[in-house]
């Protein structure tokens, strides 16, 4: 059973994703929070896996909750929710250590798809923009050498380029025509030897690396 808690200053969005919840077999809403405050308080109360948290809130918001948290001895995963046109804020909430984000009108499914996702370990950003974002990241990034990535071997180099590039497992296993628990296997070294909190981090790794190119 996934532990979910839900953080959002909008009683209306969680209402709606209590419902979804409240059917999913697998999942079970632990806790609620109105900001970000309450929200580091119930991440080591309620021992939630996955919390779902709006980065706009009064007082504290979700970046510096979410950087309170992942500095802290809860070991939650958080996502992010936001808007197309926050990245400004989406950089930061990855900066703060965020397992993903997900944009709010995304399918209450979609959402609890994701939940599953960041549960299992993987980091995930909204389909359809995770190149604009991650380019953009990079992008604004302060410039300095590449971030070295000595002690991979050359396939693991080349699954990094790709998770980089925003390819899930399935793909990245068709492109190197290997099987996708192989890669799965491949990322979970990644993480291990790169020290990356997660898949998201392995993304803004790659490009701190000079693997893929921000095209600017």
Request: no cysteine; aromatic share 4%; glycine share 8%.
């Amino acid at each position: 059973m996934i532990r979910v808690a839900l953080v959002d200053d909008q009683p209306l969005v969680r209402t709606a994703l209590q419902m979804v919840i409240a059917d999913a077999p697998d999942l079970e809403l632990v806790a609620e929070a109105g900001d970000g405050a309450e929200a580091v308080r119930l991440a080591t109360e309620a021992a939630p896996d996955v919390i779902v948290m709006d980065i706009r809130m009064p007082g504290m918001d979700g970046i510096e909750a979410t950087r309170r948290i992942v500095a802290g001895p809860s070991f939650a995963q958080v996502i992010v929710l936001t808007t197309f046109d926050e990245d400004e804020y989406v950089y930061g909430a990855l900066r703060a250590g965020a397992a993903g984000f997900l944009v709010k009108d995304m399918a209450l499914e979609q959402i609890l798809d994701a939940v599953r996702v960041v549960a299992a370990g993987d980091g995930l950003i909204a389909p359809g923009v995770t190149r604009r974002l991650i380019q953009d990241f990079a992008a604004v990034e302060p410039a300095g050498p590449p971030r070295s990535v000595d002690g991979i071997t050359d396939r693991e180099r080349e699954v990094l380029t790709l998770i980089g590039s925003g390819l899930t497992n399935a793909e990245i296993a068709e492109t190197l025509t290997i099987s996708p628990a192989t890669a799965k296997t491949y990322v979970t070294r990644l993480l291990a030897k790169l020290d990356a909190r997660d898949r998201v981090h392995l993304v803004i790794l790659a490009y701190e690396a000079g693997l893929v190119s921000t095209g600017r």
